[in-house]
């Protein structure tokens, strides 16, 4: 199982999901409504490291960080 967390202001619990590809993860989450509008916006980070590379081979056990954008002043 992968597990996926949802950082910043998106309000979705951290989900355990079977994906093979990180374009499995992006078909999933576009099925939920609350995490859909988001995953154009957002950056990817697999074990604390980022990509945007949706072919990205994932394996039991890693860990999947959506993030939102953010501003600060």
């Known amino acids: 199982m992968i597990k996926v967390e949802f950082l910043g202001p998106i309000s979705q619990e951290s989900l ?3 994906a093979k590809t990180l374009q499995d993860i992006a078909t999933q989450l576009q099925n939920i409504d609350l995490v859909a509008p988001w995953l154009s916006k957002c ?31």
Not at 53 to 67: A, E, F, N, Q, Y
């Open 16 to 18: 355990e999901l079977e």
């Open 43 to 73: 950056a990817v980070a697999v074990n604390d490291e980022m990509t945007n590379d949706l072919s990205t081979t994932l394996k039991s056990g890693d860990r999947v960080s959506i993030l939102p954008p953010v501003c600060g002043g």
